[in-house]
């Protein structure tokens, strides 16, 4: 399992004068930020407490404690915010956090090397993983379900992909016209 620090959230602009600001949870329950204590910027340089938190359409709107008006706000737009991987919860079996995830050898079913995975993205239509392969290139966009990825084997540090035949280089098996 990895250690370290797991990037729960990240503040975005101020909202009104008083210093609350928008901020993005990337955590399953968007509240759940307000449970683990001080975060802090990735180098530990800074930490905040969330004074209090409401629900706007797709972020919070949070006042933190020590940050009192619009200019101190408006300084902290783009700051990611941190936690300690031991205060967070547990996963379930087939759920994994993402930082579990990045650096992982990918391989086919065969054993064959895939390459590794660089990041794990949400787009909105469910999760997506990034693959560079070991030759250099591109990396390459699978969607991280089941059919693709059947198989995530953290003691091993390896995923197992089943590309799509489109990634093979397969052709479409379409009808001529």
């Known amino acids: 399992m990895a250690s370290g620090l797991i990037c729960v959230a990240r503040i975005g602009a101020p909202h009104g004068v008083r210093g609350a600001v928008r901020l993005w949870s990337f955590t399953e329950n968007p509240f759940a930020v307000t449970d683990y204590g001080p975060l802090t910027t ?4 800074r930490s905040f407490e969330i004074a209090s938190a409401r629900e706007a359409n797709t972020h919070l709107v949070v006042t933190l404690k020590g940050v009192t ?3 101190e706000a408006e300084r902290l737009n783009g700051v990611e915010l941190y936690v300690p991987r031991d205060r967070l919860p547990p996963t379930d079996d087939g759920e994994y956090y993402h930082a579990d995830l990045i650096g992982l050898a990918a391989v086919t079913a065969a054993g ?5 995975v660089v990041a794990i993205h949400n787009f909105g ?4 993983i990034e693959i ?3 030759d250099g290139g591109p990396t390459r966009l699978l969607p991280f379900t089941n059919a693709v990825v059947p198989t995530v084997d ?7 992909i089943e ?3 489109e990634i093979e280089g397969d052709t479409p098996n379409h009808p001529e016209a």
């Not at 990735?42 to 340089?45: E, L, P, R, S, V």
Request: charged share 30%; no cysteine; aromatic share 4%.
């Open 42 to 45: 990735k180098d530990g340089a």
């Open 163 to 165: 590309p799509p035949n």
């Open 125 to 128: 239509a469910g999760d997506i």
């Open 154 to 160: 953290l003691a091993a540090g390896k995923v197992v």
């Open 69 to 71: 008006n619009r200019d």
């Open 132 to 134: 560079a392969p070991p």
């Open 112 to 116: 064959d090397a895939f390459g590794r």
